[in-house]
């Protein structure tokens, strides 16, 4: 379940309308903050991910 | 009463050397313990054995110039009192003896800060790219570890650890796990898991670390007075990154054992198949799957965690009333509650449901199977030390993850030892009389102060050796000899 879906499904089990409406507010807010975490990490990201996932071998560990 | 939990980590970190697919990983290993620019000194650990540096010999391939395989050095002391070795393949950091698992976490974050300036410098001298991974998987069949150890009382059964304890360990893995895109070891298929070591663990008890690795590891070392104490060298647990993680981790461990020794555990709450359970566990992002009981009945992880947690609270009250475990209940009682209700809220100090909300959103927005290599590369990367590439530290950068320690804490404590262990008179040692030091193990040095024999310090007694029974000491010795001098005095 998306965070969006969780917040909706959360959303119809309260009663308040206030809470509501800071509960949505608060997860809007976390998804842009995970969609700049993406754009940021998209930078960041090692080039050539097959190649890199390949070559990653970890023998002779306890 | 229960003895002191003094504790510490060991950590293998995985290596990559970029542009040579077929870079020898001893090799490079060694290369990145020989790079670290930090106090230490290079000594032989462990006066007592032949020469264990010769696990380095014979890896001819590409030595970057830089390491004789004969006079390779690949065992040091740092100046926090920690040991940083090659492991085989793995450059490994063992932490200086902790106080307290608030101490501990710190130490244990000091050695990602102390394998990042290793491999900046490896990558310097080497022109290529050294690259270290603080995790526990290839993703390819292949682990290794990040170990945990507390100090027992040799008068505590170790058949009542063995028993206590694996229900424990297995059930723990819900907020100790990092992580892990797929599954390995012919398990079954998942598209996300828990951990990263849980699809290894085949057996109950055993004295195994590397095949058929046992929940239960038997290792018999005490690294301290034999007749007095027992280590217990946890295998099961993950590599963590997150700091409330690490301390929920070697909080709730320290704290079972406390507890084991003084007979406040209740229930052993015994598991049917234990091994089955483990992996199971790890496979359940539902946090739901019951695991049966031996005496009859089931109960899912989270259900047993809450039962611990409710003993161990009441345990804290009566025996240990002290901040560090206070602090630690309260973490522990949130964790809890959070994994029942909303664990993505978690995303902020567990590994795994960082990764799992991070990774979650890459199957969102650019619409990937969970077996894309991009999530698999995304996984990998999480662990890279590097401040700049480790998304885990791209993370703590924006804020998204709470952390226990500020940058300079950490900082500080590579190059200062724990105050409250014998680590402290280690550390200081290493930073004060580095040319007398020729060897080291955890519970000895031994200095070259001229004359005829070399002079053994033997430090038996985990909480001796502390600031506040040989600071001033340390303080007034002008050399090696005047300190030996001294201690003899």
Known sequence: MSDRERSKSRDESKD????TAEVTAESDTDLEALDDLLDEIDEVLEENAEEFVKNYVQKGGQ | MAIHKVLGTETEYGIVVRGDPGFNPAVASSLVVNSYPGTRVKVQWSYEEESPGRDARGFGHDTYGLIDAEGAVVNSVLANGARLYVDHAHPEYSSPESYDPLEAVLYDKAGERVMHKAAVVASETSGRRVSLYKNNSDGKGNSYGAHENYLLSRETPFGDVIRYAIP?????????????VGKENDRPDVDFQITQRADFFEEQVGLETTLKRPIINTRDEPHGDPAQYRRLHVIIGDANLSEVQMFLKLGTTALMLAALEDGAIPDPLDLSDPVEACWQVSHDLSLRRPIQLDGGGSATALELQARYLEWFAKYVEKELDEPVWNQLIEEWERTLSLLETEPMQLADTLDWVAKKRLFEGYVARDGLEWSNTKLRALDLQYHDVDPEK??????????????LYTDQQVEDAVSTPPQRTRAYFRGRCVSEFAGSLVAANWDSLVFDVGGSHLKRVPMMEPLKGDAERVGALLDEAEDAADLLRRLEG
Do not use: D
């Open chain 1, 16 to 19: 308040k309308p206030e809470e």
């Open chain 2, 168 to 180: 424990f360990m297995v059930t723990r893995q819900i907020f100790t796990g990092a992580g892990k």
């Open chain 2, 390 to 403: 480790g998304l885990y530290n791209r993370l703590v950068a924006r804020g998204a993850m709470r952390t």
